[in-house]
């Protein structure tokens, strides 16, 4: 079933122009993809091939429920009353940015209706090149917070994990940091994948670089729950044999980033 047969009746006119967004899925009551209780969409799409993506089944650009942001929009209200102070709606993926005509529409309304905004990324679509970068500046003016996952600090490493180099995501960073972006920096911990000391420190030495926007770091233990999907999908799992990180190993990596030195997120308004 679409998630959005429900009666949108009261949602705002659109014309045959409106940015259309592919979504593979909605969560309603998200408390981990930013501050607060959110409204997380899902959106379809990655170039990506990250060896630990556990939703492989994102990966497809331009499949997924069709809507506009108009629809986004009227079906996340529905849950605004959960929401309180620090809530709100979070874009993620998939790769967000790969659909930024349509999270800009969304984001733009969201703000002008006092809705706090979440942009959920790892950066790969960033570049400086136009239109796109164009779109981008505008789109960080309605976005009050960016979540962005480091995968690794290393470009030839990054690129053997993930299929991509990371040259443009720490650019996107530089952005960010030029003009007082505020982010949030994950990094997903893999045994024998990005769970080294040496490429931790480096992360952590990275991260102070650009600690005047860090508002929050936070370790993401890799996990086997994407496992069946692949399987559904004939897909040849990655990293089979390997299991998540030990607690000591996931204490390690939080110290070797300093995480508790970005409490940030804690002293603004809405967080």
Known sequence: MKIYEQDLSAATAVTDKAPIGYVHSIETFGSVDGPGIRYVAFLQGCRMRCQFCHNPDTWNIGTGDEVTADEMLADAKRYRAFWGTQGGITT?????????????????????????????????????????????????????????????????????????????IFDMLDYMLEHDKHVWIRHV????????????????????????????????????????????????YPLDGI?????????NAERLLHTSDYTNYKKFPNY
């Open 92 to 168: 993620s993926g998939g790769e967000a940015l790969l659909q930024i005509d349509f999270i800009l529409d969304l984001f733009k309304k969201a703000k002008a209706d006092g809705i706090t905004t979440c942009l959920d990324t790892c950066g790969q679509p960033f570049t400086r090149k136009q239109p796109w970068f164009g779109k981008f500046e505008e789109l960080m003016k309605y976005t009050d917070i960016s979540m962005v996952d480091i995968k690794q600090i290393n470009p030839r490493e990054h690129k053997r994990l993930t299929g991509w180099s990371n040259e443009n």
């Open 189 to 236: 911990l893999v045994p024998q994948r990005t769970d080294y000391d040496y490429e931790l420190i480096q992360i952590g030495n990275y991260i102070k670089t650009i600690a005047p926007i860090v508002d929050k770091v936070e370790i993401l233990p890799y996990h086997t729950m994407g496992v069946p999907k692949y399987e559904e999908l004939g897909i040849k």
């Open 243 to 251: 299991e998540p990180p030990t607690t000591l190993r996931v204490k």
